[in-house]
Each structure stands twice: as C-alpha cells, then as structure tokens.
T-cell receptor
C-alpha cells in the first residue's frame, strides 16, 4: 500500500513563528502536492513539485514556500505564521501523467496559529 | 477556465436510501478520482476512474469522459457513509496538478 505520512496531526504555533510541515511518501512518486482545506472553499493547491528541487506555485502560494531535497520528502514552510494560515493542510503524491496516475493523501495536519 | 463542479452541495437521506453524486468537469481528463473524507479529515481513495465504470461493494462510479461528467452511486446508505465526498481531476495536456471540486456533504440519518 502507498503510504503518505505527515509529521503531525495537530499543531499549534504562535504568530510570527517559522513553521515546517513535513510529508514523506514511500512509493517513489515524482509528483507531490500541498493543499489547504477551509470551510466553504474546498481544497486549494498551495505548491506542487514534479521532481527533486523542482517546484511550481499553485493557486495560493503567498505566505508559503516549499523544499524538496529528496524524492520522498516534500516540506511546506510558513516563513512567518499568521492567524489566517490556520487551516487543515493535506499532502499528496502521485506518479507523473500517463497510465494509472492515482493520487494518495496523508492524514492531514490541523494547524492553529494563535 | 478549468472547472470541477460537484452537485448537490448537500444531501440528507434516510439510512437505506440510494444516492447519486455528480461531478462535471470542463476539459478532457487523464485522471479522475473520488474520495471520502473521514471525520478526522483524511481523504480515503474510493475510485480512480478517468473513464468507464467500477464497483466496490455498495459503491460504484461511472465516468463518461466524452460528456465530461462522473457519477458516484451509493446504494443502501449507512450512517458510516456520512461525510464529504470529493471529486478530483487531472486535466490532459496540462501539468500534473489535481483540481478538486468543492465536495458534496452527505448526511445519512438513522
């Protein structure tokens, strides 16, 4: 079974802190994604990466950065956390385009910024 | 622009009823998945179905790619089916992004 593991289920951070959300996958997938989910807005793409050291902005990248130094790990970084970044964060991985490109998600991280 | 629309946004049914959830998409796809979000927030894979029909127990899904829609059927609903169902799509000839619909919230009453 594909496993996508996020480092924390729940996280509470203070405004202005630098926050790292970690995601690890064990299926050697090239593509990895970070989404945030907010009530009424669904899942919105923050960043995605299609290879090591490669990244692309999604729909809402402001206030975030990412790091992909190894294929299995994709980190989301909040440089200076703000209360409007309180949200559910979901990481996913999938193979590149072609046959059978099923995506798998981690368990999610509920981040509260106080 | 690129769109994924799900309907209805909310659905309330009695236990034992059948339901149909719909996903419309705006362009040709190479990936379409249905997910169920459990109470703890995790997205559970139900179907990977860019075209055709699949069944898994009481759940089945059909994607008609040429007409740009997919349907998720739940038969003999149980209270444990409650939650939010998402359709997520990867569009052909574009990058490998997956775009989500806003979901259908299903409430199954005992």
């Amino acid at each position: 079974d594909v496993k996508v593991t996020q480092s924390s289920r729940y996280l509470v951070k203070r405004t202005g802190e630098k926050v790292f959300l970690e995601c690890v996958q064990d299926m050697d997938h090239e593509n990895m994604f970070w989404y945030r989910q907010d009530p009424g807005l669904g899942l919105r793409l923050i960043y995605f990466s299609y290879d090591v050291k490669m990244k692309e902005k999604g729909d809402i990248p402001e206030g975030y950065s990412v790091s992909r130094e190894k294929k299995e790990r994709f980190s989301l970084i909040l440089e200076s956390a703000s209360t409007n970044q309180t949200s559910m964060y979901l990481c996913a991985s999938r193979p590149p385009g072609g046959l059978n490109t099923e995506a798998f998600f981690g368990q999610g991280t509920r981040l509260t910024v106080v | 622009g690129i769109q994924v629309e799900q309907s209805p946004p909310d659905l309330i049914l009695q236990e034992g009823a059948n339901s149909t959830l719909r996903c419309n998409f705006s362009d040709s796809v190479n990936n379409l998945q249905w997910f169920h979000q459990n109470p703890w927030g995790q997205l559970i894979n139900l179907f990977y179905i860019p075209s055709g029909t699949k069944q898994n127990g009481r759940l089945s899904a059909t994607t008609v790619a040429t007409e740009r829609y997919s349907l998720l059927y739940i038969s003999s609903s149980q209270t444990t089916d409650s939650g939010v169902y998402f359709c997520a799509v990867g569009f052909m000839n574009r990058d490998d992004k997956i775009i989500f619909g806003k979901g259908t919230r299903l409430h199954i009453l005992p």
